[in-house]
C-alpha cells in the first residue's frame, strides 16, 4: 500500500512539475513577443512576465519537481526490482534530457531576470520550439511507463512515431508562426 501512495505522490507532482515547466517556456515565448511594442507596454508586460516566471519557478515548478523526484527515488528504494528493468532504463534515459531541459529553463530565468526588461537574444521560434520540449519527453516518459515491455521489444517503433511527433509539432509552431508574421 505504502507503494502505492508513494506513486500516486509521484504521478500528482510529476503533473504539477510539467504544467510548470509548460507554462514558464510560454513565458519566455510572450516576453520575447514583445520585442515590437513601445516601450512603455514593453517594461510593463516584461517586468510582469519576469514576476509570473520567478514565481512560477519557484513556487510551483522547482518544489514539484524535487517532490517527484523524492517520490521517484523512493519508489526505486521500494522496489530496487525497477533497476533491472529494461524499460526503466530507458526512462530514466529520457528523465536526464528533462534534467537538461530543467536546466536550460533555469537559466533562461536567471537570464531573463539579469536582462532586466532588455531583449532576449534567443528568436522567437526558437522558443516557440524550445516550448515543445518537454512535451515530447512527457510523451517519451508515459509511453515507456505504459507500455514496459513492449517498448523494449519495439523501441524502434517508439524511436520513429518520435521522430513523426516532432516532425508534426514543430511543422505546426513554424507554419502558426509564420501565418502569425503576416
Known amino acids: 500500500m505504502l507503494y502505492t501512495v508513494i506513486k500516486a505522490i509521484h504521478i500528482i507532482f ?20 514583445t520585442d515590437e511594442f513601445d ?7 516584461r517586468e510582469q512576465y519576469l514576476f509570473m516566471a520567478r514565481r512560477l519557478w519557484n513556487i510551483i515548478t522547482v518544489p514539484a519537481g524535487v517532490i517527484m523526484l523524492m517520490s521517484g527515488i523512493t519508489m526505486i528504494i521500494l522496489n530496487p ?29 536567471l537570464q531573463i531576470k539579469k536582462l532586466s526588461g532588455a531583449d532576449l537574444p534567443i528568436p ?3 522558443l516557440r520550439q524550445a516550448n515543445e520540449i518537454a512535451t515530447f519527453i512527457l510523451f517519451l516518459v508515459v509511453f515507456t511507463v505504459i507500455l514496459k515491455s513492449l ?4 523501441w524502434w517503433q517508439l524511436i520513429v512515431g518520435f521522430i513523426v511527433l516532432v516532425a508534426t509539432i514543430m511543422s505546426i509552431v513554424k507554419l502558426v508562426n509564420k501565418r502569425k508574421n503576416k
Open 151 to 154: 517498448v523494449i521489444e519495439n
Open 81 to 109: 526490482f525497477l533497476l533491472q528493468m529494461p524499460w526503466f532504463h530507458l526512462k530514466l534515459t529520457f528523465l536526464l534530457g528533462l534534467a537538461a531541459y530543467h536546466f536550460w529553463c533555469w537559466k533562461k530565468v
Open 39 to 45: 516601450l512603455t507596454k514593453k517594461q510593463i508586460l
Open 14 to 33: 510529476m503533473v504539477s512539475y510539467f504544467a510548470g515547466i509548460f507554462y514558464l517556456v510560454r513565458l519566455f515565448v510572450y516576453y520575447k513577443d
Open 124 to 126: 522567437n521560434i526558437k
